[in-house]
């Protein structure tokens, strides 16, 4: 426990990793030097207070790891031969008994071996480490940079997409709509040319009137859906619910939007995002999950807006079905495009729900 709450003591200090402590260095070789040296002045003065028989040496290890550290072995050395030094000067000031023993020599010389093993091990520690942060810096900047350019790459794909979708508009609007236009036009001079004459089929005739007038008004709405690429923040919630009106009209099933007074988002392009993810998800409903009822609805919660699409209907059966859908997937993508949540609640034979989490505009400022 001890050691763990120190560990987050220095992190909290300093505010990076342990290792880092470790391995910090001074700007100035200079600065170094001086620090090495009162260190080692330090622990002398210490270890001659004690006495003779209250030896200090385990503590000149710190500065000879400093010293390897911030200045190599050759340093290392040198400190290393400052310290016994030091410790033999002292030893002969008290008059200890064991200090004029020639074996004192052998003993010291084992101890600048111990302390260089020391420094030289602690000196390999400290470059590999720098080494490692080495390439994990240079990883994470080439994962950054990947992840940027793929961003980029699926900021383009949804471009691409809402042109084409634009395009496809377009084409059914001024295309397949004119010509359904005229045909209605034709059909329904037909229709008063027979009801005219009296004759039989003129009621065929009326009601293939009927029947383009209607695929016009559909093409009109799908016209209308794929052109609607730029939904103002104030709208959002009037598109949502005109979007369920149309849903209700054109599958018969039950759609519901429940609208509630909520703050805005905070540009058109989190607009558009958010009701195309209720348009795929209503989209995926009708097509998949056969439900009698949809609802749709625009919630506050905390400091987020939270876009709901729920059903009635037969759910997801696996789970590898909802990874590989590929409606699914772009929902979740637009929702990370504007820093929102995705996520998906199912249950076999009783419904799904979809629910896109979008901070507020004062919960990203408050963030930054």
């Given at each position: 426990m001890s050691t763990r709450l120190s560990l987050d003591g220095l992190r909290?200090?300093?505010?990076?990793?342990?290792?880092?402590?470790?391995?910090?260095?001074?700007?100035?070789?200079?600065?170094?030097?001086?620090?090495?040296?009162?260190?080692?002045?330090?622990?002398?003065?210490?270890?001659?207070?004690?006495?003779?028989?209250?030896?200090?040496l385990v503590f000149y290890i710190?500065?000879?790891?400093?010293?390897?550290?911030?200045?190599?072995?050759?340093?290392?050395?040198?400190?290393?031969?400052?310290?016994?030094?030091?410790?033999?000067?002292?030893?002969?000031?008290?008059?200890?008994?064991?200090?004029?023993?020639?074996?004192?020599?052998?003993?010291?010389?084992?101890?600048?071996?111990?302390?260089?093993?020391?420094?030289?091990?602690?000196?390999?520690?400290?470059?590999?480490q720098r080494d490692l942060e080495e390439r994990v810096s240079v990883r994470t900047a080439a994962l950054a940079e990947e992840t940027k350019v793929r961003e980029k790459l699926q900021q383009e794909l949804m471009e691409t997409s809402e042109r084409e979708r634009r395009t496809i508009g377009n084409d059914l609007h001024d295309g397949l709509g004119q010509h359904l236009t005229a045909m209605a036009y034709a059909a329904q001079i037909l229709s008063q040319r027979l009801d005219n004459q009296n004759n039989s089929i003129a009621k065929d005739a009326h009601e293939i009137v009927r029947l383009a007038e209607?695929?016009?008004?559909?093409?009109?709405?799908?016209?209308?859906?794929?052109?609607?690429t730029a939904i103002e923040p104030a709208n959002l919630s009037l598109e949502l619910a005109e979007l369920a009106a149309s849903v209700q009209q054109q599958s018969g099933v039950r759609c519901y939007y429940d609208r509630q007074e909520v703050p805005l988002v905070a540009d058109s392009t989190t607009a558009s995002h958010i009701f195309r993810i209720a348009q795929e998800a209503v989209r995926n409903s009708l097509r998949h999950a056969n439900p009698s009822a949809v609802t749709l609805s625009l919630t506050k919660d905390d400091q987020s807006l939270v876009l709901t699409v729920s059903d009635n209907g037969s759910g997801l059966r696996t789970a590898h079905t909802s990874k590989n859908s590929v409606g699914l997937r772009v929902m979740a993508q637009r929702a990370k495009l504007i820093g929102g949540e995705f996520a998906i609640q199912s249950t076999p034979n009783r419904g799904t729900s979809i629910h896109c989490r979008v901070p507020l505009p004062a919960a990203i400022d408050s963030i930054a």
């Amino acid at each position: 426990m001890s050691t763990r709450l120190s560990l987050d003591g220095l992190r909290k200090r300093f505010g990076r990793p342990l290792s880092s402590v470790l391995s910090y260095k001074p700007e100035k070789q200079s600065t170094s030097i001086v620090l090495i040296t009162l260190c080692v002045l330090l622990i002398g003065l210490l270890d001659y207070v004690t006495g003779a028989w209250l030896s200090l040496l385990v503590f000149y290890i710190v500065p000879i790891c400093f010293a390897a550290s911030w200045l190599g072995l050759p340093a290392a050395f040198v400190t290393t031969i400052t310290g016994i030094s030091l410790r033999v000067t002292g030893d002969y000031i008290l008059d200890a008994p064991y200090a004029h023993h020639p074996t004192v020599y052998w003993n010291q010389l084992i101890l600048l071996s111990n302390y260089m093993i020391v420094a030289w091990v602690w000196r390999a520690l400290i470059l590999l480490q720098r080494d490692l942060e080495e390439r994990v810096s240079v990883r994470t900047a080439a994962l950054a940079e990947e992840t940027k350019v793929r961003e980029k790459l699926q900021q383009e794909l949804m471009e691409t997409s809402e042109r084409e979708r634009r395009t496809i508009g377009n084409d059914l609007h001024d295309g397949l709509g004119q010509h359904l236009t005229a045909m209605a036009y034709a059909a329904q001079i037909l229709s008063q040319r027979l009801d005219n004459q009296n004759n039989s089929i003129a009621k065929d005739a009326h009601e293939i009137v009927r029947l383009a007038e209607e695929g016009i008004l559909q093409s009109r709405q799908l016209a209308r859906g794929l052109l609607l690429t730029a939904i103002e923040p104030a709208n959002l919630s009037l598109e949502l619910a005109e979007l369920a009106a149309s849903v209700q009209q054109q599958s018969g099933v039950r759609c519901y939007y429940d609208r509630q007074e909520v703050p805005l988002v905070a540009d058109s392009t989190t607009a558009s995002h958010i009701f195309r993810i209720a348009q795929e998800a209503v989209r995926n409903s009708l097509r998949h999950a056969n439900p009698s009822a949809v609802t749709l609805s625009l919630t506050k919660d905390d400091q987020s807006l939270v876009l709901t699409v729920s059903d009635n209907g037969s759910g997801l059966r696996t789970a590898h079905t909802s990874k590989n859908s590929v409606g699914l997937r772009v929902m979740a993508q637009r929702a990370k495009l504007i820093g929102g949540e995705f996520a998906i609640q199912s249950t076999p034979n009783r419904g799904t729900s979809i629910h896109c989490r979008v901070p507020l505009p004062a919960a990203i400022d408050s963030i930054a």
